[in-house]
């Protein structure tokens, strides 16, 4: 790789800055194509150029050789907290292992188990986490099951400013909810309601958005997020649709995704979300759906009727026994699907190959969908899911929005076809960079003005601390020790 000295991380290079590498995934007019040896200009933020050679001149030229530079990964469902899902992967059943609140933490009153500095740098942190995955736009979402409620609109400036910084592209405010689920026996949960939270919670995300979107050259944007579609009222969400159309703005929440969401949807309305949105007029473009791997037919007809986009995370899904059924399907039945990462590692290349064998499997057969169908979810989908045209691609007049990856991975041996390569064989540890609006935002696994390495023990420090607190938010209170069992004994 040549690469110039004026090239500094966290900055935006001056004059015309052409890259070059083996491979170049640059859009076609009607979708990528993949052009050997090409060339990409970016000057200004914005993509310039993006084919086969490049006539003007230009202020430095960087090859990166044995790599592919593509359109930066956009991850619909980013995490952005350190992830507590992967302590009930192999603790079951969920809610013993403090994932619903039990009546006696209820009684006594929920807190946050975090303090607001701690919730400012697991934001910092995760972001930092998106940029080396190659993800370089992140609608995020974290776990609201040790906060007192809701999400803060102090940790979502926080955040705001933690992207700014670090240079990631991010659409998002504070996540709300009018209920939720109360455990009051073992196996047995019931929805408690609070309409007022909600729509304080509405009004405060509200106000975020309408401080916050377009700050730091437009990297923040605007993103309303209910949490679940059983935890808010019909007046929650009739607000937040209103208010999403008056701010132009997506929604992103949770529906069709689990077997007790839709026991309790019945309980509640006689339907399931997606029926129950539908009967009330609540679907459309503007909705970005999580996960889906519980909708029926009749469930994804409507969000094909009413262009509903699903947010796929076929890593969280699987490794908890759940499938969307199937990707090919549903692009059969022309929904659009972007690709997220919900859960740890934040690695999109992992959950593309996870979608592929999941999507193959559903469908028992090899050739239901291809490499390059679920590369197209994690640009082009995303894209499409954010109502956004200059994203995911590479094309003149696109945001400089690029992830590099290397293509000389020894343990991605050989090299097929580069999409081929990285989908089935890749992880996100060949991101070798990242630039967001033509800034250079990771090289190397370096951050700008972020130590990563170094900040990964003090999220350890944190993350045993919240373990600490699951006693109080699990059904009878057992020890820790009694919550999270080691996979073999240990040997004392």
Known sequence: MTRPTDLTLGKRPAGRTLMTADWLLAYCGNGHCLVPRGELVMEDGKVIFAGLRFDGEVARRIDFGSALISPGLIDLDALS????????????????????WPRSYVERGPYEMYTPEELAFQKRFAFGLLLLNGITTAAPIASLYYREWGETVAEFDAAADAAGDLGLRVFLSPAYRSGGMVLEAPGKMVPMFDEEKGIAGLADA??????????????VNGMLAPDRVETCTLGLLQRTMDAARDLDCRVRMHMAQGKLELETMHQLHGASGPQWMADHGLLSERLVAPHATHASETDLKLYAEH????????LVSARMGGTLNSFAACRKLGINIGMATDTAPPDMLMNLLMGLVACRISEKASDAVLSKDLYDAATLGGAKALGRSDIGRLAPGAKADIAVFRLDDPY??????????LVLGGSGKV???????????????????FDIRAARERVQRQFEGLIAKYPDRSWQHPPVSEIFSPSYPILT
Request: aromatic letters at 6%; proline letters at 6%.
């Open 412 to 421: 991605m041996t050989p090299t097929i076809d580069p999409i081929t390569t």
């Open 81 to 100: 907290d350190i992830d507590t899902y992967v302590l009930v992967t192999d603790n079951q059943p969920g809610w013993s292992k403090g994932r619903i």
């Open 307 to 314: 262009q509903v986009s699903i947010a796929h995370s076929p």
């Open 206 to 219: 509200i106000g975020f958005i309408e401080r916050q979107h377009g700050r730091h050259g437009g990297l």
């Open 431 to 449: 991101a070798q960079a990242v630039f967001v609006d033509g800034r250079l935002s990771m090289m190397d696994g370096q951050l700008a003005g």
